[in-house]
């Protein structure tokens, strides 16, 4: 092939030219460059005035309790109308893909809904706006907010100094357990400091088998990112990334969470290094799993099989799983009375640090109502909004003073008090969600199931892992 | 265009356009018709158009071009196919999509063709009734809702299917963790979705054939599977390649199956080129890659589709 000419488009250009069957055009190089980004906008739009209307385009679905906060947030702006889109996904990937397509098509809403797993993404393709300015600006406002919100989950939403989200709800990887199970075992509720070995004798104790076929399960777990085998990497003190933290951030830390022991050596948000799949403890956690499913103590876990899962422990087939606090919700729904089900940190290996997603609002840099926006975010993060937004403990709240007997009493678990705990734990973070996180996850998944298939080692599946993993980022860096 | 529907030559006349189309002579009818023919097809063709052909010379003019959708467009040639021709893991994806196609369309003629066969035994309207609306109700069943609950089906631990197969004794089946079993149970689902419509188009085609053809058969002697051989499939010959050129171009686009059963695992074992493109341009923000790929599978379907045609020459039998 010849040498190649680079020349730059503008999307508009492009799609106009080639709609019209110009592609051989395009390709001669004839169209006129532009070096315009795609329709972002980064200029600023001023206050919006008592006068001027705006309508916001808000990602979310208007059920019950949207219509509730709709009316208490217009009542208290007149001046702005929401609008919802309804963006149905399955999960996080699925929903920033949707996202990431109405970007291209020229459909970008205003505020969006995103969780950690997409911040970076969306904050280095500057997509989204820093709050920097707007938090400093109402930051008398905002000493409330940040008082009540544990500082990891504040830092988990700063991308290179800058916050893009106030976060408002999260959800720790714990370990759910079948009370009922354990008791049939032998076994009572675990210590906070259970170890690993603690977990194999229960799970091991738990299973039943009739013939070759296991009958009751002692663990079982899905394969994605968090809340995965992950978990058990991090006990076991390893990463599947180099983390760092980004320098900077410290005007939000002087300014909020000066006195917060907590909030000691934070920085400008999490950085994510160099892959490190392969390390050695990386191994033994994924050798963990892979006896577990040998032994007949854990099925052969599955993509996509979060509903199933779910199914499953509600059913009585599974004593043990990772999920966060969105299952007491989700077993409550599925019938599980508030004693059926309990939750405890993760047991023991090397440490005890696990990692959690939180999600939160976020402003597009595309929208020409940025100050309409970001008073939605602001109201979104308000605990009178929160209050009616995260009813029924589909997800966990980001405010501590939100985290009472009174919410969990209803659905369970009788340890509710695990989940804040949780980000207590030393070296809890954010699970790695670095800026090329899509791909990341699919090479996740891949050799996962390579493994517990039977057709590599863990030690072969996570060499090939890092392989593709280290492919990523330094595309990631160039 | 026959030479009935070919427009007239026009010729100068005072009246101007609308006269010459309003002339009531047996040619100015004929222009009439026409133009009406050509005003019933204008909608389609508007639409072709519009929401095919303009998107597939969309995506050829990106697939030379660099693009995440948020930076501008580059214009790089060639290079994205250069970078699949590189790529092991695309092209492991067209070569699992061909055992798709290949395990796929033989099944689905062959359940197809034995269910429409085995309703034209003799049974009860309603049973006959029951029966076809069970073979058609996956059909119009979502494809991700039944793989859904087909991943539920296929556990194996703890799935329905193994349950009963150990009732028989039978150990349980890696049906989605085992890199060789993974893509049968995607065939296997698609098929038990997909087995409607070549029920359906089977059936139609039994039906066209002659009942003298298959009396004159019967004289001669030629029964069960004989008859099947000899005459009956031969005779559907046509409809069996309507089922295969049709079943091939929808199984070289398969997605929502492996994408909600296995993601395309365990490894990339069932990764197709359908998921290639959505990985690449969706999640990845390769716009320019995935049109690329997107490109080769459109070139791909028109050479299988046009050596289908070449062959049927040898073995389609029309009446």
């Not at chain 2, 890199?179 to 409607?196: E, F, I, K």
Request: proline share 5%; charged share 15%; glycine share 8%.
């Amino acid at each position: 092939m010849g040498e190649i000419t680079t020349q730059t488009y503008s999307r508009r250009e492009v799609l106009k030219n080639a709609g019209l069957g110009l592609a051989a055009t395009v390709s001669a190089g004839t169209l006129a460059a532009s070096s315009a980004p795609l329709g972002v906008s980064a200029r600023g739009v001023p206050a919006l005035s008592r006068r001027q209307k705006a309508t916001l385009r808000v990602v979310g679905q208007l059920d019950a309790n949207t219509k509730k906060l709709t009316a208490m947030f217009e009542h208290l702006h007149p001046e702005i109308t929401l609008d919802y889109i309804n963006v149905q996904a399955p999960d996080w990937d699925s929903l920033f893909t949707k996202l990431l397509t109405m970007v291209a098509a020229g459909q970008a809403p205003d505020v969006i809904t995103v969780a950690t797993e997409g911040v970076q993404q969306f904050a280095a393709h500057n997509l989204v706006v820093p709050l920097d300015d707007y938090v400093k600006r109402d930051k008398a406002e905002l000493a409330e907010f940040f008082a009540d919100v544990h500082p990891t989950l504040v830092e988990a939403m700063m991308y290179k100094g800058s916050l893009y989200e106030l976060p408002t709800d999260f959800n720790a990887v714990d370990m759910y357990y079948n009370p009922t199970l354990f008791a049939q075992a032998g076994f009572g509720r675990p210590s906070d400091t259970w170890t690993k070995d603690d977990f194999y004798k229960i799970a091991k104790a738990i299973t039943k088998k009739k013939g070759s076929l296991t009958t009751t399960f002692g663990y079982g777990w899905v394969v994605r990112l968090w809340g995965s085998w992950t978990p058990w990497i991090h006990v076991n003190g390893g990463d599947l990334l180099e983390f760092g933290r980004a320098p900077g951030g410290s005007w939000l830390w002087d300014t909020f969470y000066k006195n917060d022991p907590q909030a000691k050596g934070r920085g400008g948000g999490l950085h994510w290094g160099p892959p490190t799949a392969n390390l050695p403890s990386n191994v033994e956690a994924l050798q963990f799993m892979l006896d577990l499913i040998n032994e007949g103590i854990s099925p052969v876990p599955t993509v996509n099989g979060g509903n199933a899962l779910q199914g499953f422990f509600a059913s009585k087939q599974l004593g043990m799983t990772p999920a966060g606090g969105f299952w007491a919700g989700g077993l409550h729904a599925a019938g599980l009375k508030a004693n059926q089900f309990d939750v405890q940190f993760w047991p023991k290996w090397k440490t005890q640090r696990t990692h959690f997603g939180t999600a939160g609002k976020m402003i597009m840099r595309s929208s020409q109502n940025k100050d309409a926006a970001w008073e939605y975010c602001k109201f979104y993060a308000s605990k009178p909004a929160m209050t009616i937004e995260l009813d029924g403990n589909g997800t966990t709240p980001t405010r501590r003073s939100m985290m009472t007997a009174a919410r969990y009493a209803p659905t369970g678990p009788s340890h509710w008090q695990v989940f804040y705990a949780t980000l207590d734990r030393a070296g809890t973070r954010a699970m790695p969600a670095p800026t090329y996180y899509n791909a990341m996850s699919n090479v996740l998944d891949k050799y996962t199931t390579l493994a517990c298939g039977g057709t590599a080692t863990a030690k072969q599946a996570l060499d090939g892992m890092q392989q593709e993993l280290e492919s990523l980022y330094i595309s990631s860096i160039k | 265009m026959n030479q009935q529907h070919a427009l007239p030559a026009r010729r100068p006349t005072r009246g101007g356009a609308l006269a010459w189309l309003t002339e009531e002579t047996t040619a100015g009818m004929a222009r009439r018709k026409t133009l009406l023919a050509y005003l019933f097809l204008l909608p389609t063709v508007l639409g072709i158009l519009v929401f095919t052909a303009g998107p597939v010379l969309v995506s050829l003019g990106l697939s030379l071009f660099s693009w995440d959708v948020i930076s501008p467009p580059t214009f790089i040639g060639l290079n994205n196919y250069q970078q699949f021709l590189s790529d092991p893991e695309g092209l492991k994806s067209f070569v699992n999509t061909f055992i798709y196609v290949a395990l796929d369309v033989a099944l689905q003629i062959a359940v197809g063709l034995s269910l429409a066969l085995a309703m034209q035994q003799k049974m009860p309207r309603w049973l006959r009734y029951a029966f076809r609306s069970a073979f058609f109700l996956p059909l119009v069943t979502s494809g991700a809702a039944v793989s859904i609950v087909m991943s539920f089906l296929f556990n194996k631990d703890l799935g329905a299917i193994n349950y009963y197969l150990g009732l028989l004794h039978i150990p349980p089946v890696p049906w989605l963790s085992s890199a060789s079993w993974a893509m049968v149970t995607v065939v296997l689902t698609s098929v038990w979705q997909q087995m409607g419509f070549t029920f359906l188009v089977f059936t139609g085609g039994l039906g066209t054939i002659s009942p003298e053809v298959l009396d004159a058969a019967d004289v001669d002697g030629a029964r069960g599977w004989r008859r099947l051989w000899y005459v009956t499939v031969p005779m559907l010959s046509p409809t069996i390649l309507f089922v295969a050129v049709t079943g091939v171009i929808g199984a070289l686009q398969v997605f929502t199956e492996p994408y909600v059963l296995t993601n395309g695992g365990p490894g990339d074992a069932t990764h197709t080129v359908v998921m290639t493109i959505y990985q690449a341009a969706f999640q990845n923000l390769q716009i320019g890659y995935g049109s690329a790929v997107a490109a080769l599978l459109f070139a791909v379907i028109m050479a299988v589709t046009a050596v289908q045609f070449g062959l049927s020459k040898t073995w389609v039998f029309y009446q």
